[in-house]
């Protein structure tokens, strides 16, 4: 069964380092799995890391996550073709879609050559959850700040738009990320904009903001909203999943 809505987790967390695996799917894209239902039987999760152009070593990592923590996990890759023939007929049939990071720009140009701007809208209104990490994160808003174009940050403002605001990603470790955002809100760059440190998550129903959640302690999500020729910050403090 889908989620009861259109459900959207956008992160700036979701991995840790494994034991005996590179990396374990930490509480955030478990929280994923959470928001779809999907508890009779192992969950569907498709990863698409287009934004790193689909390394196949971190589709590896994936998969090793997947296995031990019991879900079904298919690898969507774009290059060098789609690996499935119905991109929208496999993203429907899933319970959670996960986006990796890297480059949001190319991503967003790589996925609507594919048409996967329109794909997305269907599959998130159809109840399957759309989540993601960084690039992963960005792409459902209108858009955010990214390092797509080289080292200097710059505002990226293409995004698929399911989501009315702006998206400010690892907010607490990158010290650039924060002033920029506060300037493309004020200067109407960017709309509302809601960002969320390492290791935290926003919860949206439809467009509806339902909660901030996190899988570290200390940290939070916040609203910057324009005021005048400014902006301001609203700290939102997260549950502790």
């Avoid at 998969?63 to 079904?72: F, I, L, Q, T």
Wanted: contains cysteine; glycine residues 12%.
């Amino acid at each position: 069964m889908p989620a009861s809505q259109p459900t959207i987790l956008a992160t700036s967390g979701g991995y840790r380092y494994g034991e005996r695996i590179q990396i374990e799917f930490n509480a955030l894209v478990r929280h994923a799995v959470d928001l779809s239902g999907a508890h009779a039987r192992p969950p569907r999760v498709t990863h698409l890391g287009t934004a790193s152009g689909d390394q196949r070593y971190f589709s590896a990592w994936m998969d090793d996550a997947a296995r031990e923590a019991g879900y079904h996990l298919t690898n969507l890759n774009l290059f060098p073709m789609p690996s499935v023939a119905d991109i929208e007929g496999h993203l429907l049939e899933q319970d959670v879609v996960w986006v990796n990071g890297g480059s949001v720009a190319n991503l967003l140009a790589v996925w609507r050559v594919h048409g996967l701007d329109e794909v997305f809208r269907r599959v998130w209104e159809a109840g399957v959850v759309l989540a993601g990490v960084s690039a992963g994160s960005i792409c459902w808003y209108e858009g955010g700040t990214t390092d797509s174009f080289g080292p200097e940050l710059r505002p990226v403002t293409n995004g698929l738009g399911l989501l009315p605001y702006g998206n400010g990603v690892h907010y607490d470790s990158e010290e650039r990320r924060r002033p920029l955002v506060h300037q493309l809100v004020a200067d109407g760059t960017l709309p509302t904009t809601h960002c969320t440190d390492d290791g935290v998550g926003i919860v949206y129903h439809g467009t509806e903001l339902v909660e901030a959640v996190t899988e570290q302690d200390g940290k939070a999500a916040y609203i910057v909203s324009r005021d005048g020729g400014g902006a301001v910050e609203e700290r939102l403090e997260p549950r502790r999943l």
